[in-house]
């Protein structure tokens, strides 16, 4: 189910009413489903009906309205009006219809696409599905899509039974042979050797916590984004230590720090084939004084700065 945006979500402090550079989020997003060309939008996808199946802590359908409570009142640093900043509502899954709410997020991804660039605001991991289907839709069937995720696990699970916040990348590479998936943040121990197998057979480029200081994953991370015509990343935040992520459906102990995230993450939205970002697993109902949502909020910031500058 779509539901519009609500405007009474942006709200803060102005400290003035006409000068850009006072400027909070809340003063330039718009809420509209009239998009302009070069837009960047905001689409939440209010779902967590995947980590239920997955078996993990629910309540990330609650994020879509947290994160935004939070990047409302950030200060907002480009001064010109050369791209509009549209807040285009929510997708909303209606009980255990999973496979329904996926698909409309993919055609409202697609329509986003069609004006500019696609931000999504998770739910669960399942969200990534969705996001897919709204790409390939947008930039047809010939176009080769790289995958970037950056994740503690590898979500490659069997989807015979159903699917969940853990079969994603797997139903994509059956369905698609014009993708390729690439993961970096792979907790050792938070995926089974039979996932680590299940990687290797799908030829998944994959690379562990402990290997993103390497040049061999700055230069394979780098032809990857070289070698496809279009990109789509997504961020799972468990894959954070949960000292600095604790509002997330699978905490991580041993967790990437979010300055690693933020470098990983501006690298691969700095480039101009990146069309679409969703960040996934916030659960407000586990978060910290709001720890991490707002950890969230300022992801989404970075991503929107490298959109505009780009």
């Known amino acids: 189910m779509y539901r519009k945006a609500d405007s009474e979500i942006w709200q803060g402090r102005i400290d003035h009413k006409t000068d850009h550079t006072y400027f909070r989020y809340h003063q330039v997003v718009k809420t509209t489903t009239t998009m302009e060309q070069d837009s960047i939008v905001l689409i939440g996808f209010a779902c967590d009906e995947g980590v239920r199946r997955n078996q993990g802590r629910t309540g990330a359908k609650e994020a879509p309205f947290a994160i935004r409570k939070q990047l409302a009142s950030l200060p907002w640093r480009h001064h010109t009006n050369d791209k509009s900043l549209i807040d285009f509502g929510n997708v909303i899954c209606e009980g255990h219809d999973l496979k329904s709410a996926q698909q409309e997020l993919g055609d409202k991804v697609s329509d986003i696409l069609k004006y500019g660039k696609a931000i999504i605001l998770g739910g669960g991991h399942e969200t990534l599905y969705g996001q897919y289907l709204g790409v390939r839709k947008a930039v047809g069937p010939e176009a080769s899509i790289g995958l970037l995720n950056i994740d503690a696990h590898f979500d490659l699970r069997e989807y015979d039974k159903q699917t969940s916040s853990g079969t994603m990348f797997r139903q994509i590479l059956d369905e698609d042979p014009n993708t390729n998936y690439f993961v970096c943040g792979i907790q050792q121990y938070g995926n089974t050797t039979a996932l680590f197998n299940t990687a290797d057979h799908y030829k998944v480029q994959y690379f562990l916590d402990e290997q993103l200081n390497s040049v061999k994953f700055t230069e394979a991370l780098d032809h990857f984004m070289r070698t ?9 935040m468990d894959v954070l230590s949960a000292a600095e992520a604790p509002g997330v459906s ?58 505009i500058n780009n």
């Open 228 to 236: 496809h015509d279009v990109l789509l990343v997504t961020l799972c």
């Open 250 to 307: 699978a905490p991580s102990p041993f967790g990437l720090s979010a300055i690693k995230v933020r470098e990983i993450l501006r690298k691969m939205v700095s480039s101009k084939k990146t069309v679409s970002f969703s960040i996934c697993e916030i659960n407000p109902s586990l978060d910290v004084n709001n720890q991490t949502t707002k950890l969230g909020a300022y992801f989404i910031n970075e991503v929107v700065m490298q959109y």
